[in-house]
């Protein structure tokens, strides 16, 4: 496996449900992302690790819940969501420097994630 | 509070024509910025990335041009095929922030 991975790319779920979702990546960076991408919506950036330590949180609703327990795994737990809540879940990864004036992102395919 | 913006939402172009796409931002304090190709359902593809301090990149029929004092980029695809249909992304990075993206232009080539 190369780049970034998601799984599972299709996932739905009832408002009840508890889900997870998943994202490796075999790129050796240092920093990972989950980012929320609606219909005609710009992308949404949901939570930021550096070093497996949570640096953002993007006024994020408690009923996802971000876990990182290494650097190159990253997961979003589920539970209780609203059908507004369906969407394109994108994991992104990249290494970050002390700079930080050059990062380039890289993207797993992502999770279309419907709420009934 | 930095906005970027993209216009038009979509453009149709026939096969082997030249086109730009465009790419506004409002603050011109930028580390860098970031053009991806989306394809329906899929995750981002990175195409190219500007530096603040470059003008412009080029990455086989795409070239990416930056203008930070107008607030502005362009993507210019030459000699357009059918698979270079999709929808096409710029984001920002702004100093101390995460990357901010436009809602993008959803490009369609006609056979």
């Known amino acids: 496996e190369t780049g970034v991975t998601q799984t599972p790319r299709h996932l739905v779920m009832g408002m009840t449900n508890k889900k997870s979702l998943k994202c490796e990546q075999h790129l050796g960076h240092n920093a990972m992302y989950w980012y929320k991408q609606s219909a005609k919506k710009p992308l949404e950036l949901m939570f930021v690790?550096?070093?497996?330590?949570?640096?953002e949180n993007n006024s994020v609703p408690s009923r996802f819940s971000p876990e990182c327990p290494n650097s190159s795994h990253l997961f979003l737990h589920l539970h209780t969501l609203q059908p507004e809540d369906s969407a394109l879940y994108l994991c992104?990864?990249?290494?970050?420097?002390?700079?930080?004036?050059?990062?380039?992102?890289?993207f797993g395919p992502g999770t279309r994630l419907t709420v009934t | 509070k930095q906005e970027v913006t993209q216009i038009p939402a979509a453009l149709s172009v026939p096969e082997g024509e030249n086109l730009v796409l465009n790419c506004s931002f409002t603050?011109?304090?930028?580390?860098?910025l970031q053009w991806f190709r989306q394809d329906p359902g899929k995750g981002l593809t990175s195409l190219l990335l500007?530096?603040?301090?470059?003008r412009e990149q080029t990455s086989g029929r795409l070239n990416a041009s930056l203008d930070k004092s107008s607030g502005r980029s362009t993507l210019y695809i030459a000699a357009s095929q059918p698979g270079d249909s999709a929808t096409y992304l710029c984001a920002v990075h702004p100093p101390n922030e995460k990357l901010t993206f436009g809602t993008g232009t959803r490009l369609t080539i006609i056979p």
């Open positions: 603050d011109s304090a930028i580390y860098n």
């Open positions: 992104a990864s990249s290494q970050e420097s002390g700079s930080t004036s050059s990062y380039e992102q890289y």
């Open positions: 500007i530096q603040s301090s470059q």
């Open positions: 690790y550096n070093f497996k330590e949570q640096t």
